[in-house]
């Protein structure tokens, strides 16, 4: 693949994280939400406020870049002095995050949350793009630092899960050519028979396949996929947005909320995905423009490319 062009796809898998994240977060925990008015009601933000996706995202992304390889002593430590709980952690995360910061082992705390089961939210689906990025011409190494991403905060096996899916997807998204038509099945068929391990996703990433093919209406879509902050009920969810929408960054953003629920995640993991396979002249120049640290953000993922670039040809 030509240098710029894996480039713009670092910058669109960052930025259309980060933007769906950011508009998601407009509506997040609503139920109904019309096309109409979430149109309106970008267009009367002076900005684009992200929330605590986009703040774990850039953590991911900068301690890939120190230390050239996802190290989860440098991300937890990253986590830790990047938090602003004006970002809207979830409570498991925020647990974990001031326990190890008072000293205890990451290890054994993300253990020990949620009664000795780990958290099986997506919080480390959301933030995982950067590693699929990163990763993307390596799939076995991408697995091992999916893995190892999730579970400094989320050590539940459906949580490890979701960013795993999460990660071979976005892989397969820089990896595809936006040229042509995205090949939804076999990544589907990936995804199904070597990534999930599980029964629940399994079923989730089949039902996939069968709300694409039927042309399903949102209502079917949530209530066979979810729309909710497990795992399991988002990462299937942005996939299945992101297969309707390929072609269009914008309608997949829009898609992704109008299913309401989680919002800012499920359009946050959408937008990693059209991102990474459209590039960054797909996403809309007026919605880059008020995005909140764009260029901060735009200058994190040129430097995740470049870092990639260079150990690639060492």
């Known amino acids: 693949m030509p240098k710029e062009n894996l480039k713009s796809k670092f910058l669109g898998g960052m930025i259309g994280a980060a933007i769906g994240d950011a508009v998601g977060g407009l509506f997040e925990g609503r139920w109904k939400i019309a096309l109409e008015e979430i149109s309106t009601r970008i267009q009367e933000e002076p900005m684009l ?21 996802l190290d989860p002593d440098d991300l937890i430590k990253t986590f830790i002095e990047n938090f602003e709980a004006s ?24 253990r020990e949350i949620f009664g000795g089961k780990g958290s099986f939210g997506n919080g480390a689906a959301m933030r995982v793009s950067p590693v699929g990025l990163f990763y993307y011409d390596d799939p076995e190494r991408l697995v091992t630092a999916a893995k190892l991403s999730s579970l400094v905060t989320h050590s539940h096996p459906l949580g490890v899960e979701g960013a795993v899916i999460q990660a071979y997807s976005v892989s397969t998204a820089v990896k595809s050519d936006p040229r042509e038509d995205f090949r939804g099945e076999t990544l589907l068929d990936d ?62 953003i829009l898609d992704s909320v109008c299913l309401g629920g989680d919002t800012d995640t499920i359009a946050s993991m959408v937008g990693a995905l059209s991102g990474s396979y459209l590039g960054f002249q797909a996403i809309p120049e007026e919605w880059f423009r008020r995005l909140e640290d764009g260029e901060y953000i735009r200058g994190l993922a040129e430097t995740l490319w470049r870092t990639k670039v260079s150990l690639t040809h060492c």
């Open 191 to 252: 995804l199904v028979d070597r990534i999930a391990k599980t029964e629940v996703f399994k079923s989730k990433l089949q039902a996939v396949r069968e709300l694409l093919a039927k042309g399903a209406s949102r209502g079917e879509v949530v209530k066979r996929l979810g729309n909710g902050a497990e795992a399991f009920n988002s990462v299937p969810t942005a996939i299945y947005v992101f297969l309707k929408n390929t072609r269009n960054f914008r309608a997949a």
């Open 49 to 69: 406020r992200y929330t605590d996706d986009t703040q774990m995202t850039i953590g991911v992304a900068e301690s890939i870049i120190r230390n050239k390889r």
């Open 87 to 110: 970002r809207g952690y979830g409570w498991g995360t925020i647990r974990v995050l001031r326990r190890v910061k008072r000293g205890e082992n990451w290890r054994d705390v993300s």
